[in-house]
């Protein structure tokens, strides 16, 4: 006697994520669509989103538009619940042209992408130190960027001061500037504007001075997680705090979704393209990828050009054989690349070798 046993087709989900709502679509295993709703972005809407997919069928996985911004919080419900998210790209213009642009067409469009299997990517964890890294960084880049700011406000403000203070401070370095500066004692006319002007240059002289202490905190806590986070990553020439930090957010907190480090290359943007054609076989730039890791790895190019002998070494052998130092800098990024990539590999949590292999 033969039985047969009857199993019920998975469901897809898809999500068109914006800051205030979430618009969610569900599509059976044909790709025939099978109901979407909008769903507002709070704890109990991530649950009602769930449970409403869910009510259609068993839910095989959930393609995800902006895993990284306003899908952030869905991503880590949905992993929470042990549901299979896919990173979607945004769908690029020609498709919009073609089949028009709403809310319910993208969740649909990013649905069908993770069913086909068009869209792969693993969204990042951000639910562990990494995380904490990347929210230390954000603060730390607008402070760096507001005391260069105020450095630039300050320096232009005194080209413009009343002769006899410009000539007191226009000889002094930037930190005897701010030092002096902080120091000013202006009298009570504020309408008089050599008053004025020595008012504004101490408070943006304090500012400066306020921003200086803030960064340094924000390194100090940055080096104890980095530290913690990568062990020896600190350790390779060249990489410091800032760029290390850069390079682990770049990778997340789940570095089992990179296969490789030729896909932590090609995450990079230092993983040369083809661009081979008949007779001739060439590469060309890679300009995709995160740049802000690919500058990481600039940085640390640079710094062992100058010091480290290897890499001096190596310039001069490949500027004998006809290169560039554009083409050398290339070509070293891609090493450093595999080189950090096998310095974090210790990090990674055990399950993570046989997938990352």
């Not at 199993?7 to 999500?15: K, L, N, Q, S």
């Not at 300009?287 to 480290?308: E, H, M, P």
């Not at 002998?309 to 800098?329: F, Q």
Request: glycine share 8%; aromatic share 4%; with cysteine.
């Amino acid at each position: 006697m033969t039985t047969m046993t009857t199993t019920t087709p998975g469901v897809t989900g898809g999500v068109d994520t914006h800051g205030q709502t979430h618009h969610a679509a569900v599509i059976d295993h044909l790709g025939r669509q099978l109901g979407d709703h909008q769903f507002p972005t709070t704890p109990a809407g991530y649950r009602a989103l769930l449970a409403w997919m869910a009510s259609h069928g068993p839910l095989e996985r959930v393609g995800i538009e902006g895993t990284g911004s306003y899908g952030a919080e869905l991503t880590r419900q949905l992993r929470t619940a042990d549901i299979h998210v896919v990173e979607v790209d945004r769908p690029d213009r020609r498709s919009r042209r073609a089949h028009g642009k709403s809310d319910p067409l993208d969740a649909y469009s990013a649905a069908r992408a993770a069913l086909a299997g068009t869209a792969t990517g693993t969204p990042k964890a951000r639910d562990g130190r990494i995380e904490a890294i990347r929210a230390l960084r954000v603060a730390r880049s607008s402070a760096v960027k507001a005391r260069s700011q105020t450095t630039n406000q300050l320096k232009a403000l005194l080209v413009t001061a009343p002769g006899e203070l410009r000539e007191q401070l226009r000889a002094l370095s930037t930190t005897a500037l701010i030092s002096t500066c902080a120091r000013l004692r202006p009298t009570d006319d504020i309408a008089d504007p050599t008053t004025a002007t020595k008012t504004a240059l101490r408070r943006l002289a304090r500012r400066h001075a306020y921003l200086s202490e803030e960064i340094t905190e924000a390194d100090a806590e940055l080096r104890a997680l980095v530290t913690a986070a990568a062990p020896g990553l600190l350790a390779r020439p060249g990489v410091g705090p800032e760029v290390a930090g850069q390079l682990l957010t770049t990778l997340g907190d789940n570095p089992d979704r990179l296969r490789s480090e030729a896909a932590f290359a090609h995450l990079c943007g230092v993983a040369p393209v083809p661009a081979s054609s008949g007779r001739s076989h060439r590469h060309r730039l890679n300009r995709g990828g995160d740049r802000a890791a690919n500058y990481a790895l600039y940085v640390v190019v640079l710094g062992r050009l100058r010091y480290d002998p290897r890499t001096r070494a190596y310039a001069a052998r490949r500027t004998s054989e006809g290169l560039s130092k554009p083409e050398i800098v290339r070509c070293l990024k891609r090493y450093v690349a595999r080189e950090i990539y096998t310095a974090l590999r210790p990090t990674m949590r055990p399950s993570d070798f046989a997938q990352a292999a």
